[in-house]
Structure formats: C-alpha cells, structure tokens
C-alpha cells in the first residue's frame, strides 16, 4: 500500500532534545515527517501564527523573553529558517543578531559582553544566528584566534589548555542559568548537516551566479576541519545542554523538516506557559467600557 504522504506525522519534541550524553555521529541528518513538501510547509505557516499570537501575548504580559540560539555548519540553512519561521511575526517583536568577527570595541571587553547587550527583552523573541557557542567552537579549532582578546592569562596558544576550556564553559552556563532564572525563556537549536549535503549545497552556490556571493574559498578550508569542528559541537552538546537552556537536535539535510521542526518545539514548548496571558484592564476602567463605547459610538 502506498504511503499517504499527506497524513504528518505527530512527532514527540522530547526525540530532538539532548538529556543525555550523545555521540554526534550517531545523531540523524534526516527526519522524515511522512508528508510532501507542500503539507510540510502549510502546516509550518500555521504553527508560525500561532508562534505570533504567542509573542503578541507575551509583549502585552511582559515578563518573558525567548531568546534563540542557532548554530551549524556552513550552509546548515540558518538564514532561511529564521525568515521562515518567523515571517508571520510582528516585526517589533522580534529581533535577530548574526555574530560574526567580533569588533575592536569588543575584542575590549569579555567575550560573553557582545551576547549580553543584544539580549531581548521581556515580551520579546530573540534570535542569535551563530551565538556565544562560537567562543568554544571557533576559537577551539583555531585557538591562535584568542589571541585577539588580550586575556591577561593567555599569551600563546600554549597556555589554552583544557582548564581553560572547562572555565569557558563554566561561564556560558553560568550565564544561561543567570538570565533563565531572570525570565529569559531559551532554545538551542544544532542544525546537524551531513557532510554530504553540504557538499550539495555548496556546489549549488558555485553553479548559481546569484548565489556566488555567498561562497568563500575559506569556507573549504573550513571543511577540510569537519572532524575538528564535530568533536567540538559534540562537546558543546554535551557540556551545556541543561533543563534551564536545553539542546535540540535538528535533522537539517532537508530544509522545510527542520524549519517545521523548529517551529514545532518552539510552539509545544511555549504553550506550556499557561501564566502568559494578556493582562486584565484595572477594575476602575473595565467598569468603564461601555461608557468609553458609547462616547466613541455617539461622536
């Protein structure tokens, strides 16, 4: 019997979230929802508004942020999901920073200083696309790199050794376990590419003219250090996913999957929230409605 491929699948967010010690090469690239790219994509328009109507409550409650953090190789889609995930949101309600090099003003101050003022807001939806993670993902492949922030302890790469590693992640969870319990509401999402579907996609920019600005010779030097940089992620996921700030891992091979699952766990997750409700009128001026209607009405 031929498969429906227009009945999706339920899927349980507990499946994509990092409770225990993992081993990156064993976690899925793909996911397969049981559905054609057509339904995936509805039912991603229809748990965005839903996402939406979630935030516009949360701006007038104002006691929660959500702040989202997105990391993944190279070409993992991103940029895409962010647009696609959030395209039926108020705009004042949503804000995305993309971390790349930091400046010379930074390179001044702690590394976590970046993160820290680009935080949102109670009521608001933040996105980090690459985030703090950068800082023991990045700079562990090319130590050389933390060099640049002048740390009074390290003055060669020789004096970056795993005590400095566990300090580093002892401070990014100490951090996430500070705004959490200051009303911070956090996602960490591992966009978990193949090796393979990044060579695709990859040769895709090279082969399309428009995409050609998105390519860079470093971004094969950066392959050849797939292993390095999996051996990191799989660190991170291990060290700093906790209940407060979890880890999620998401099939990214095929794109409309793990947008939909994206927006899925946000949404499951969120709902949750049965405290974040819109705020109730004073008395004295609820009392007031039909008055303030029938001013209005008689003008």
Request: hydrophobic letters at 35%; proline letters at 5%; aromatic letters at 12%.
């Amino acid at each position: 019997m031929l498969q429906n491929r227009n009945t999706m699948k339920k899927i349980n967010i507990d499946d994509f979230r990092i409770t225990a010690p993992v081993n990156i090469s064993e976690l899925p690239t793909r996911y397969d929802l049981k559905a054609d790219e057509d339904k995936i994509e509805k039912k991603l328009r229809k748990v965005s508004k839903k996402l939406a109507e979630i935030q516009n409550t949360m701006y007038a409650h104002g006691k929660y942020a959500v702040l989202m953090c997105i990391q993944g190789m190279d070409t993992a889609g991103k940029d895409s999901l962010i647009r696609e995930v959030f395209k039926e949101f108020n705009v004042r309600g949503i804000v995305a920073h993309s971390f790349k090099k930091p400046s010379p003003l930074e390179l001044k101050h702690d590394y976590l200083w970046r993160h820290y003022k680009r935080l949102p807001a109670r009521g608001k939806f933040g996105i980090f696309n690459r985030t703090h993670y950068e800082n023991v993902l990045v700079t562990r492949v090319h130590p050389e790199y933390l060099l640049y922030e002048n740390m009074p302890d390290v003055l060669s790469v020789d004096d970056v050794d795993e005590s400095f590693w566990d300090r580093r992640f002892d401070e990014i969870n100490n951090f996430e376990k500070h705004i959490a319990a200051n009303g911070t509401i956090i996602f960490k999402f591992f966009l978990n590419l193949s090796k393979e579907e990044q060579k695709y996609r990859l040769l895709r920019r090279l082969n399309k003219p428009n995409k050609h600005w998105k390519f860079s010779g470093d971004d094969l030097d950066e392959r050849k250090l797939w292993d390095d940089y999996h051996r990191c992620y799989e660190d991170v996921l291990n060290r700093s996913s906790k209940p407060y700030a979890p880890w999620f891992n998401i099939p990214a091979d095929d794109k409309p999957t793990a947008r939909y699952l994206v927006a899925k766990i946000l949404y499951d997750t969120l709902k949750t929230y049965e405290d974040i409700q819109n705020p109730e009128l004073p008395p004295e001026e609820k009392a007031k409605i039909n008055y303030y209607k029938e001013q209005l009405n008689n003008e």
